[in-house]
Each structure stands twice: as structure tokens, then as C-alpha cells.
């Protein structure tokens, strides 16, 4: 599962994110690094076939209530998922995500190894009043280290196009795939991360190390 990301600014998307529309909410959108459900994030989709830089809220409202915050690969040519799988393929680019580890609730923070933006496969929902979007998860890559048992589909800038624009299943099936060892690199962070109310850069600065404690006799 991926529940909390970090957001890029809308500047840095627009000026990575190949696109040939670019709304100009996405432009204003600031950074954020404790991304959570529901808030607003960057996503590029087709819209009557060109490329789309938009706003969307993270989370799709399921038939029976409640978000869909992901969706999982193995489950996307059924149900809600079938008509975006066909219609509403999109690419969600974060700077990174967290995932919690343990008992203790120990958060890890999870980001590309060469320094780049995530280009995280998703699915779009258009709806009257808003565009809303899910992540799809995988099986988990070593780099995950049994931190957790799923993983968002990371794409490469190559499979962008195949994704957004594909029609074969077979080929769709190849694209959302686990992610090769050493694509991301963790590392621990601040249990700052857990709530929502904390933001900022420091989010995903490395822990401290917790002191030893030391038995005197």
C-alpha cells in the first residue's frame, strides 16, 4: 500500500512532466512532503488523446463509499477498475513515499536511487466537479526489504507513452511490473511523518539514531 508520498511543486512537474496541456492550478501547487489521501496532487493523463498535466485528488470514490487510495495490480480488469484501466490510465509523479515498519511504527522513507521523480503508474476517475486518482501496487521489489508487502508500479520515462496510450492487456500487464533491485533506495525517518498536521523538508532527512541505553553497575 501507499498511503503518504511527497509532493513535488507544480513548477518542478511542469517543467519535468512532458505534456502538452498544463492546467494552471498545477503551477501553484507547492510542495508538500507528508502527502496524504485526498489531498491534491500532480497527474498526467490523455485527455481526447493529448497528454494532460492536471490537479487531481488522491483517492476515488468507491461504488458503496469511501476512497480507493490504491489499486492493486492484480485486480484492475474487474469491477470499479475495468473502465479506467481502458479510459483512465495516468501517471502520478512523486519525489517519494513512506512506508511504516514493525510494531513501532518506524517510518521509512523510499525514493529513486538516481535522484529522480517517481513516475508512478495510476488510474484517473473524471467526475462532474473533480479528477480524482488511485495508485496501483505491485508485489514488492528487494528494495522494499519486507518493510511492506506491496509497492506502487513505478514506471520508466519509456513505458510513459505505452502506458497512458496502450490498449492490449498483454501489453498493459508488462508495464505494471515490480520495480528492478536497486531502483529505490530507504532510508528511516522522523516518526514526525505520522501525522499529517507535520510538513516539511525535514520530513524525510535521515533519523537520528536512537541513544543506547547503558546498564551501570
Known amino acids: 500500500m501507499c498511503g503518504r508520498g511527497v509532493r513535488p511543486d507544480g513548477v518542478e512537474l511542469a517543467e519535468a512532466i512532458e505534456a502538452e496541456l498544463v492546467d494552471e492550478p498545477v503551477r501553484s501547487l507547492p510542495a508538500r512532503h507528508n502527502l496524504?489521501?485526498?489531498?491534491?496532487?500532480?497527474?498526467?493523463?490523455?485527455?481526447?488523446?493529448?497528454?494532460?498535466?492536471?490537479?487531481?485528488?488522491?483517492?476515488?470514490?468507491?461504488p458503496r463509499g469511501g476512497l480507493a487510495i490504491n489499486a492493486r495490480d492484480d485486480r484492475l480488469r474487474g469491477g470499479m477498475w475495468r473502465p479506467m484501466l481502458m479510459r483512465g490510465r495516468a501517471v502520478v509523479p512523486l519525489r517519494g513515499f513512506y512506508e511504516w515498519e514493525g510494531p513501532q511504527r518506524q517510518p521509512w522513507y523510499f525514493h529513486r536511487t538516481d535522484g529522480g521523480l517517481l513516475l508512478l503508474a495510476g488510474l484517473v476517475s473524471v467526475t462532474l466537479d473533480a479528477l480524482?486518482?488511485?495508485?496501483?501496487?505491485?508485489?514488492?521489489?528487494?528494495?522494499?526489504?519486507?518493510?511492506?508487502?506491496?509497492?506502487?508500479?513505478?514506471?520508466?520515462?519509456?513505458?510513459?507513452?505505452?502506458?497512458?496510450?496502450?490498449r492490449d492487456d498483454a501489453m498493459l500487464a508488462d508495464l505494471v511490473r515490480t520495480a528492478p533491485e536497486g531502483t529505490l533506495r530507504r532510508h528511516p525517518v522522523s516518526r514526525d511523518v505520522n501525522s499529517v498536521r507535520n510538513d516539511g523538508a525535514h520530513l524525510i532527512e535521515p533519523a537520528a539514531p536512537e541513544p543506547t541505553q547503558v546498564d551501570l553497575f
Open 132 to 166: 480524482q486518482t488511485t495508485i496501483v501496487t505491485t508485489t514488492p521489489s528487494v528494495d522494499i526489504g519486507g518493510v511492506h508487502d506491496r509497492m506502487p508500479a513505478i514506471l520508466e520515462p519509456d513505458m510513459v507513452d505505452p502506458w497512458l496510450a496502450g
Open 36 to 62: 496524504a489521501p485526498t489531498d491534491p496532487v500532480g497527474v498526467l493523463w490523455r485527455d481526447a488523446g493529448r497528454r494532460r498535466l492536471s490537479v487531481a485528488r488522491w483517492g476515488v470514490e468507491r
